[in-house]
Nanobody, 123 residues
Framework: QVQLVESGGGSVQAGVSLTLSCATS????????TGWFRQAPGKEREFVGATMWEYGTTLYADSVKGRFTISRDKNTVYLEMISLKLDDTAVYYC??????????????????WGQGTQVTVSS
């Protein structure tokens, strides 16, 4: 069974950069996708971005496009965040899916979740 462990969260000032990590262990099949989501207090879990391991294909939410970048090095997926804004404050989760089809943007399409890591952006 795939297991995910996020790290790298913290409290930062607006405008700086932060990189989150998602360490992945367990059996990875060819169509495996890692997604990043975030959830702010009182809000629904929101899609941030995702990547398919086999082809390196990435997809981003419009709200983070150009500021956030997903990359992978072996079994760790990174979420590099630059020019952080107050609205980026949330608990960030990485998630994994192996199903074929469906939207990468829907949390319901992911079967495995990490524990989350808090990112707090202040002015």
């Amino acid at each position: 069974q795939v297991q995910l462990v996020e790290s790298g969260g913290g409290s930062v000032q607006a405008g700086v950069s932060l990189t989150l990590s998602c360490a992945t262990s367990g059996p990875i099949v060819g169509n495996y996708v890692t997604g990043w989501f975030r959830q702010a207090p009182g809000k629904e879990r929101e899609f941030v971005g995702a990547t398919m391991w086999e082809y390196g294909t990435t997809l981003y939410a419009d709200s983070v496009k150009g500021r956030f970048t997903i990359s992978r090095d072996k079994n760790t997926v990174y979420l590099e965040m630059i020019s952080l804004k107050l609205d980026d404050t949330a608990v960030y989760y990485c998630a994994g899916r192996t199903r074929i089809g469906g939207s990468w943007k829907s949390p319901n399409q992911y079967s495995t979740w990490g524990q989350g890591t808090q990112v707090t952006v202040s002015s």
